[in-house]
């Protein structure tokens, strides 16, 4: 029998194939189609709506520099607000951190945590067990939008700005992340790869850079998602963040004890460092 492949067609013009080695799980759940699929090259393997979330592979890359790098520049995270993140590979890594106090997890879809559980068990690694942990099932906007709650860090692990997490990308999203940060606190989020999606760059900036006294972005290059390096939106009151000194975030992460597989304080701050063709598109916004 013929071995089916996976077409990602994101982009237009463009598409990434991967071959489905072993089909493990397809349905549609009440908000997004899933499929989760074992290839040759990724492992196993998270769609959600014919685009690829997250593979066995290359996770460490995204969930390292979304959870770590973030943490490493603030020094003093305690309660995280993470929104959407259902596989829970950025709760595992958030969780490393012995100084985070709390973590408020906001998925709209319980059968992705369910069934990446089941099925990507690594990705989570028990996270959604522990007691510093509360998962609420619930849209990103309306919960930032209505929580009394504050954090020192908001993460937004989104799908991309199609379906359910079209909103996420959206200015009301980002009045409420701001509004539920502490005075000082950090907001990221995954914004594409920006060779393929400048305007969601342009777009990004357009609606977050107004809110706060610093924004940027950062990247990192993950190989599922496919095109080139993807960005890292980066936003907070207090610019010193973005450029903490290699020393303080050595310091920092070999206080923490924690063992990565991509982040280094060396490659946080090199992160930072955008092209030209990037520089040049966000010029002047
Ligand atoms: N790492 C992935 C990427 O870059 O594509 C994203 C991982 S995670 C699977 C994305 C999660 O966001 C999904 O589980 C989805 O259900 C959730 N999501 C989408 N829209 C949401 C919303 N409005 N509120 C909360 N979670 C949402």
Redesign the pocket.
């Known amino acids: 029998m013929k071995t089916p492949w996976f077409v990602e067609k994101l982009h237009a013009g463009y598409s990434q194939s991967l071959s489905i080695d072993e089909l493990l799980f397809e349905s549609k759940t009440a ?2 189609e899933l499929m989760i699929f074992r290839n040759a090259t990724f492992g196993r393997v ?1 769609t ?1 709506d014919g ?1 690829v ?2 593979t066995e592979r290359d996770e460490f890359i ?1 969930h390292e520099m979304l959870a770590h790098v973030p943490i490493f520049a603030h020094g003093s995270v305690r309660r995280v607000l993470i ?5 829970g590979g950025m709760l595992r890594e958030v969780l490393r951190h012995s100084g985070v106090e709390q973590v408020v997890q ?4 319980q059968a ?1 945590i369910d069934l990446c559980t089941t099925y990507l068990p690594n990705h989570s690694a028990g996270a959604f067990d522990d007691p510093r942990v509360q998962i609420e099932i619930a ?3 309306e919960f930032v939008q209505a929580t009394g709650e504050r954090f020192d860090l908001v993460i937004s ?4 700005p199609v379906g ?2 079209e ?2 990308f959206s200015s009301p999203f980002y009045q409420g992340c701001k509004r539920c940060l502490n005075p000082g606190g950090v907001f990221v989020a ?1 914004n594409g790869v920006g060779f393929m999606q400048p305007d969601e760059l342009v777009d990004t900036r357009g609606r977050l850079g107004p809110l706060f006294a610093d924004q940027s972005f950062y990247t990192a290059a993950v190989p599922s ?1 496919a095109g080139g390096s993807m960005a890292f939106a980066w936003a907070s009151d207090d610019v010193r963040l973005r450029t903490v000194p290699l020393d303080q975030l050595t310091r920092r992460f070999a206080q923490a004890a924690i063992k990565t597989r991509y982040y280094t304080p060396a490659v946080h701050q090199a992160s930072f460092a955008l092209p030209a063709y990037l520089l040049d598109l966000l010029d002047g916004l």
């Open positions: 908000h997004q998270l959600l685009i979330q997250t995204y929104i959407g993140g259902g596989d906001v998925e709209i879809d992705v849209d990103g906007v692990d989104c799908t991309d359910p997490g909103v996420l995954q998602y």
